[in-house]
């Protein structure tokens, strides 16, 4: 694999992976993103994003999107293996590339101390 690739392994892609990490998935949020994440019994996290029709170009999704998946490609070793993430941008009009892989890896920090507190995967 190429350290440039997002591969479909790396996605969330069907409506019934969402909802169980919506249903099942502890959260983390800040003032731009909410992370939800869910244990899998895959070797690899995957990465889901939903982002509302409250923005309303395209485009501006897109580019929403494309920035949370870079920061989440650029820094494989802050996210922990076998999880499933669902992102979800809180504040998307205002959001820039530099706050939402700040906001990122600062939730994906809390998800780690968080478990090491608990114990638990």
Same mark, same amino acid.
């Given at each position: 694999?190429? @350290? =440039?690739? /997002?591969?479909?392994?790396?996605?969330?892609?069907?409506?019934?992976?969402?909802?169980?990490? =919506?249903?099942?998935?502890?959260?983390?949020?800040?003032? #731009? @993103?909410?992370? /939800?994440?869910?244990?899998? #019994?895959?070797?690899?996290?995957?990465?889901?994003?939903?982002?509302?029709?409250?923005?309303?170009?395209?485009?501006?999704?897109?580019?929403?999107?494309?920035?949370?998946?870079?920061?989440?490609?650029?820094?494989?070793?802050?996210?922990?293996?076998?999880?499933?993430?669902?992102?979800?941008?809180?504040?998307?009009?205002?959001?820039?590339?530099?706050?939402?892989?700040?906001?990122?890896?600062?939730?994906?920090?809390?998800?780690?101390? #968080?478990?090491?507190?608990?114990?638990?995967?």
């Amino acid at each position: 694999m190429s @350290l =440039f690739a /997002y591969p479909k392994s790396a996605r969330l892609l069907r409506r019934r992976e969402f909802d169980r990490v =919506f249903k099942a998935g502890g959260s983390w949020k800040d003032g #731009d @993103l909410v992370v /939800y994440c869910l244990q899998n #019994d895959l070797p690899q996290a995957r990465l889901g994003i939903v982002i509302g029709r409250k923005v309303k170009r395209a485009v501006d999704r897109n580019r929403i999107k494309r920035w949370i998946r870079e920061a989440f490609r650029l820094h494989p070793e802050a996210v922990p293996p076998g999880v499933d993430l669902v992102v979800l941008p809180r504040n998307a009009p205002s959001l820039t590339w530099a706050r939402a892989e700040r906001s990122l890896l600062k939730l994906l920090g809390a998800r780690a101390r #968080d478990l090491a507190r608990r114990g638990t995967p």
